[in-house]
């Protein structure tokens, strides 16, 4: 874990600068957030991608290309422990083009130097509605 | 907390529940594995669903109307603490119609009488290969 430069003092602070450098398309404060370690990012419709290098360089394409969306976020639980807190977040997105609504799970992980993020896992809510099936 | 009866050593054995009764569209399983309460489910392309009730509601209608599907699991990363365990996990599914890979982040909580899961949020693999945006 080389992150000793990277103090956050609670999951929640972790998350408002995740949300900030999304909104601000700051790629600088993203990689403050996440853990030099073997972390996980979903994205919307994607694949898993694992790993420091990985995930940043899919957060640098995804910032390097939006118009600097407006992102309203609420939590709609918390799970938490000592070392770890689980965030489900629902993210409201305006990019001028479309508007999207995206429920995320949010991971953070304390460790001796703060709390940091260690995954992210995004879905578009395509259907308020709509029965439920396997797929 | 209501879940006296309910009783799983780690994390891993609840996982193992949850998928058996996705394998063999076990309604009675299903009920066994989730915590009685403020949990959270978030089916792939649907909004959250909050609450024991609720969140079993869902799981009974998918069970009932899913064709015994083949379900194939992979864990991708397991994060762990004391009480708390996150699983990311690679669903491949065949219902005989269609088959689909899910991504499943699970979250399992320990309480006195062991582990239970608290979230499941799916979302289905659109695309492995097309560059990340925000939606």
């Known amino acids: 874990m080389k992150s000793s430069n990277k103090i956050f003092s609670t999951a929640d602070v972790v998350e408002s600068v995740f949300y900030k450098s999304f909104n601000q398309c700051d790629f600088d404060k993203m990689r403050k957030v996440w853990a030099d370690d073997e972390v996980v990012c979903v994205h919307p419709g994607s694949a898993a991608i694992v790993g420091y290098a990985a995930v940043l360089r899919s957060w640098q394409h995804i910032l390097s290309n939006a118009q600097l969306p407006d992102i309203q976020v609420s939590v709609i639980k918390r799970t938490i422990s000592e070392t770890l807190a689980v965030h489900l977040v629902e993210e409201h997105i305006e990019t001028g083009k479309q508007n ?3 429920l995320a799970t949010n991971v953070y992980q304390k460790y001796d130097s703060g709390w940091l993020m ?3 896992h995004g879905s ?6 709509e029965p439920h099936t396997l797929q």
């Open 118 to 120: 260690v995954e992210h």
């Open 124 to 129: 578009v809510i395509h259907s308020q509605t």
């Open 100 to 102: 999207a609504v995206v």
